[in-house]
């Protein structure tokens, strides 16, 4: 059991990972239905035009539009020969001195070049008065006004908001080609660990982090495979990294927090693949191991599940976000003042947990084996590796966990 | 058709529909890997102490805190009784002179008071010297310090973050009880409405609505009933809204954007309840509905895809969450100047769409038929009733659509 020797900063932890986390290829058909947050992997090009037809855009008469100009001086009386509400194909011409009343939606009938809102008319006896003149083109939506058939709609890489689903179910279309999503694999470590359900024994504790990750995994655009509880013994970890690594996109082991646990992984990566940084300069977190075996990036997180979780957040979740090609995470800010003076002295980054109340933070760390440090805060604070002590009523940004 | 002729305000609009939104009766059991995003319905009492046991909170050695007090003159020697792991029952009791060597997360030996951490010893010969004294209780986490067996860790209504998830599954549950998610019906009307995938006749579109509907309902914690496409005939409507309102918590139609059309539906909520509100001062998404039949709230959407979804966002959103008991969203918001000369002249409140590129913020709204206005946007500006004109380089905040 030796301590850590080199620490790298959390910036440079942070960098090493992103670039060894590429993003997945490979892609998938999904229903249009469950397309919302996924990315599109194939450039969508309209089969037609939206809208399909010439429509009214308005309620009220389709009509010649030189009929109405003189209508800027007294209104002009046409004929009305039909009547056609959305759903409904023309079967009436509008010739000169004539008009079609149309509902907001239908299509405009052959002849007419415009539309006179309702509200600039008045109907009586088959003849209808318009009030005020249209230029044409007034009141229509043109075919292909919306989207232009042929046009590249939306483009590979595109993230599938509500409103690009919508644009898919405008164009007709079913479904969609997306990327598929990264298969990471969670995979507890240590002796004591215990999945939930399971009676424990003396000296046992219960799997935490393994569902903390895979929350965390889950809502941020991974598929999760959670593996069983791996003893720390080499054979079986090595086993369960060198399998995991080849069938998933990452892997990401939790437990043995300690330097001497973790010195197994540290030999089993270096057997497989290459160690990148064991031991980052942020609080909590320290013990965390990043790794690669083949292509396959192999993160080990520490096994407290403050520590686990906390670098969940600031490691795993930029790096898995990159791998399923979304945007990066929106965060949610608020600068408040800390509710009572707060020493730090670790010389390392700290990501210090807060509960906000009555417009002030108050510090929720306790330390890193309470998962009550993250269950009962609202948010975080980042201090600096330099700052030693922030006074009471020092105003601080504290970063949102989602909700 | 005849034109709306009383317009509500946005504000009252909204706050008319969250009083009749009521946060939904009745629980469920999920399975804690799913149970992130849902709330809690139930207190959960810690039916065990979080840690088990007393434990060693460092790699090192258990001792008897007295015997390392004269640590401050001159290094103390115990001899090593025994070795314990993380997951072992310790069997070695430590008597004074000695101390067993214990790793991160063991259990501690009965007689030992505290931990000497690994980095101010040195181990020669079944001996083992310590150099820093330590006080009881020193490196040892409690029995029950981070969860008091019988204590309340989760109230009811409280939101499951990752970190909330991880408590459960410290305490060994396997599944918890959360309120249920209420269900929406959405039911698109209109005879020009077609379901995508079906072939087009001429006048008639595809259905825009149910899926952007559904997609931001789905975000937003509810279960989505997509209805089939109810033709405006009174008749089918009304049965339609009545065994939808019989059956879900909340019925969101879409379609029959006219006034004419819209008048139907009216018709409908006044034969089967109560209309609350009918047209609001916004652009888009006047030709918006709100009433009850029996307690659920019936909400009519315009027909546009643009208005549809913009209200969807305004008013949708935060009723189902209220519904679903979910906090409020936390909304992304940026500063930056509007890249182009924009007149208003609604005279209604409006949500103004915007792509953000370079810093700017470019109007990307075209008109309310048109799904593109939404699709092409990264967020919305809101403008007061009052504004007609802001100035290119004026700053503007943009909520950003959720990613």
Redesign the interface.
């Known amino acids: ?1 030796e ?1 850590f020797r080199l620490l790298v900063s959390f910036e440079e932890a942070l960098e090493t990972l992103m670039r060894h986390c590429r993003p997945v290829d490979g892609s998938e058909s999904v229903d ?2 469950s397309a ?2 996924r990315v599109v992997s194939t450039d969508v090009v309209a089969q ?1 035009d ?4 010439d429509r009214a ?3 009220g008469y389709a009509v010649v539009a030189s009929d109405t100009f003189p209508a800027t001086q007294q209104p002009v009386v046409l004929e009305v020969t039909g009547r056609l ?6 079967s009436t011409e509008v010739t000169p001195g004539t008009c079609v009343q149309v ?5 405009l009938p052959p002849g007419a070049d415009a539309v006179v809102m ?2 600039f008319t008045e109907e009586q006896d088959g003849k209808v008065s318009v009030t005020r003149p249209v230029y044409p083109g007034a009141n229509v ?1 043109r075919a292909g ?3 232009d058939r042929g046009q590249v ?2 483009r590979s890489g595109t ?1 599938l ?14 479904s969609v080609t997306v990327f598929r999503r990264p298969e990471v694999a969670v995979v507890p470590t ?4 215990v999945p ?3 009676p ?13 990750l ?3 995994l ?2 941020n655009g991974a598929v999760v495979r ?1 593996l069983p509880v791996v ?2 013994e080499y054979g079986a970890l090595r086993s369960a990294v060198e399998s995991a690594a080849q069938s998933c996109d990452m892997v990401v082991l939790s437990g043995g ?5 973790k010195d197994l992984l540290v030999g089993v990566i270096e057997e497989l693949g290459t160690v990148h940084f064991h031991g980052v300069q942020v609080k909590p977190g320290k013990p965390t191991l990043f790794g690669t075996v083949g292509d396959t990036p192999v993160l080990g997180m520490p ?1 407290y ?1 403050t520590s686990c ?1 906390s670098n ?1 957040y600031m490691f795993l979740l930029p790096a898995v976000r990159k791998m399923a090609r ?7 800010r608020i600068v408040v003042p800390l509710a009572k003076r707060y020493v730090s002295s670790s010389g390392r980054k700290q990501f210090l947990t807060v509960r906000v109340s009555d417009g002030h933070a108050y510090p929720a760390y ?2 890193s ?4 440090s ?2 009962d ?1 609202d948010g975080y604070v980042v201090l600096p590796v330099n700052l030693d002590v922030i006074e009471e009523g020092e105003e601080v940004e504290v970063v ?4």
């Open positions: 059991m301590p249009i239905s919302c947050g037609q939206v809208p399909p037809f855009a308005m309620d509400h959305a759903g409904e194909a023309p509902a907001t939606g239908a299509p309702v509200e939506s006004e919306d989207i709609v939306l993230y908001t509500p409103a690009r689903v919508g644009v898919l179910a405008a164009l007709g279309m079913t240590g002796r004591e660990v939930p359900g399971r424990l024994r003396p000296g046992q504790v219960f799997d935490v982090n393994s569902f903390t895979e929350a965390v889950r809502s959670r003893t720390d927090s300690s330097v001497g646990e096994g599940p979780l969940a979304l945007p990066p995470r929106h965060e949610h306790k330390h084996g309470a998962i009550t993250m269950s805060a949102m966990f989602d909700q």
